[in-house]
């Protein structure tokens, strides 16, 4: 039997490390942007982007697949992770390769060769980090997990803030992020441990992976094109400033993708359990769940919209103005990402990967035929509509899925109380935002906290179920 309130302690232990990972991050990256400019952080987040897709190549889907094959069954530990290594290494090689040859055939400039070389070095590198994680994760041992990423936050903005400091550039800030994948390396073995129980070589070796991996590798694949397609497009038809506008917006929604990652991650070694021998506890687990999220995501989204001329200017500078503009839009765009990462959790446990991939699909050509029409007439503003109309429309689309494949259903009861709730906070940030980000956002919370509890949730349904779903 397991302890009362995990799922609960995992979550609030990768909550905690995202707390100090992103104070960490954001000390950091306000510092590399302003360091770098508008045209560097172009050139730097374009290589990232450049090299994001193949990244998803040298997992392929394994990692996932792993974590759902171990939960199910802790016996075959040992042997289905002697078997991801050895495929990890193959795939993250192939994709360092790949990534090389891609950037020579496509004519890139020195400054991108040499950028997307050192990003080449710490896919392997990251590879080799996974399988400490995958175990950690399978185990549902979060707590350490969390300290992994925390450690690595602290690391790599060590590594980078003495970049910083000894005057050095792109490439500088990518050899960092090269030395804190190496470093990592060693502690997430630490952490993780030998897999048990140990079995022979001779019963290891005949664990393969290949097959049932595809479908999750077309998923990561597909996942990652999905996210990055708009800063290369960007680059190829307005050019590095225009990139670097965008992304000095798109690190506010980064950081809301890393919040998803964490409030569903502790979910899918649960549901990975429960959904073929208990589906109906799995629906329920679903059903209740998704209702702290839209608690979340609107006071969230409301706050970015209202503020994200002040935010823009505190953080990065008047050099940065103009990317307040597609901040507000993706700011539109928290709930369908905090929700997605929840169903596509669901979705991936029962066995329902390859509809989930074919929803990215979608998503890619729609998001790519939104970004030749939206760039050139709006640059950084219309790639943020592109992706704001396609977040929206793969969370239709997952949301048609779970209910057709796992029987979920959504109840609206109660979505008041956030509604009216989330137009307090809105009223509360208006009012008091000439008086400055450290006065108004704790006004908002607090106003936004205190009007729920006015309008009753602490006696509500919703309330209840929150219990419940501490109590697993």
């Known amino acids: 039997m397991r302890p009362s309130g995990l799922l609960l302690r995992n979550t609030a232990a990768l909550l905690a490390s995202q707390v100090i990972t992103k104070v960490l991050n954001i000390a950091v990256s306000i510092a590399v942007v302003r360091w770098l400019g508008a045209r560097d952080l172009g050139r730097y987040s374009y290589i990232v982007a450049f090299c994001y897709p193949f990244g998803a190549l040298a997992d392929f889907g394994l990692s996932t697949l792993t974590i759902r094959e171990i939960s199910r069954n802790r016996s075959r530990e040992a042997g289905i992770l002697m078997a991801l290594t050895r495929h990890l290494m193959v795939l993250a090689s192939a994709s360092a390769v790949a990534m090389l040859l891609a950037a020579l055939l496509t004519h890139h400039e020195q400054w991108a060769l040499t950028g997307i070389g050192l990003v080449a070095a710490g896919t392997i590198l990251s590879t080799l980090t996974t399988p400490s994680l995958v175990l ?3 185990r549902e041992r979060l707590e350490r997990l969390a300290l992994f990423r925390a450690a690595a936050a602290l690391v790599g903005s060590l590594l980078t803030a003495a970049v910083l400091v000894a005057g050095g550039g792109v490439q ?3 050899g960092a992020a090269l030395a804190t994948n190496a470093t990592m390396w060693v502690v997430a073995r630490a952490l993780a441990g030998r897999p048990t129980p140990r079995l022979p ?7 393969r992976l290949w097959r049932p991996a595809v479908p999750f590798g077309f998923l990561l694949a ?3 094109v999905y996210y990055r397609l708009d800063m290369i497009m960007l680059e190829w038809l307005r ?3 225009e990139v670097g506008q965008y992304a000095a917006a798109y690190r506010f929604y980064d950081t809301t993708a890393l919040l998803a990652a964490s409030l569903g991650g502790p979910f899918f070694p649960r549901l990975a359990r429960l959904v073929l021998d208990a589906p109906q506890q799995a629906r329920s687990l679903i059903e209740t769940a998704w209702r702290p999220l839209l608690a979340l995501g609107l006071p969230v989204s409301a706050g970015i919209c209202i503020l994200a001329d002040p935010l823009i200017a505190l953080l990065f500078g008047a050099e940065f103005a103009p990317a307040a503009a597609p901040l507000r839009v993706l700011a539109l765009a928290v ?3 905090l929700w997605v990462n929840l169903l596509s959790h669901a979705l991936n446990a029962a066995n329902r990967v390859w509809a989930l991939a074919s929803v990215y699909a979608i998503s890619i050509l729609l998001n790519g035929a939104g970004n030749l029409v939206l760039i050139p007439w709006g640059g950084a503003f219309g790639a943020s509509l592109a992706t704001l109309a396609c977040e929206w429309l793969t969370l239709f ?3 048609r899925l779970v209910r057709r494949h796992l029987g979920i259903r959504f109840s609206a009861e109660g979505h008041w109380r956030y509604a009216l709730a989330t137009v ?5 940030l208006v009012l008091t935002r000439d008086v400055g980000l450290l006065l108004s956002v704790p006004a908002g919370g607090l106003a936004y906290a205190g009007l729920l509890l006015l309008l009753g949730f602490g006696r509500s349904a919703d309330m209840h179920s929150l219990k419940q779903l501490w109590a697993e």
């Open 201 to 207: 070589p001779t019963l290891e070796a005949p664990v």
């Open 136 to 138: 950690l994760t399978a």
């Open 335 to 337: 709930l369908p990402v």
């Open 397 to 399: 689309l997952v949301v």
């Open 222 to 224: 597909a996942y990652a």
């Open 239 to 241: 050019g590095s400033y």
């Open 424 to 428: 307090g906070l809105a009223v509360c």
């Open 172 to 174: 500088g800030i990518l």
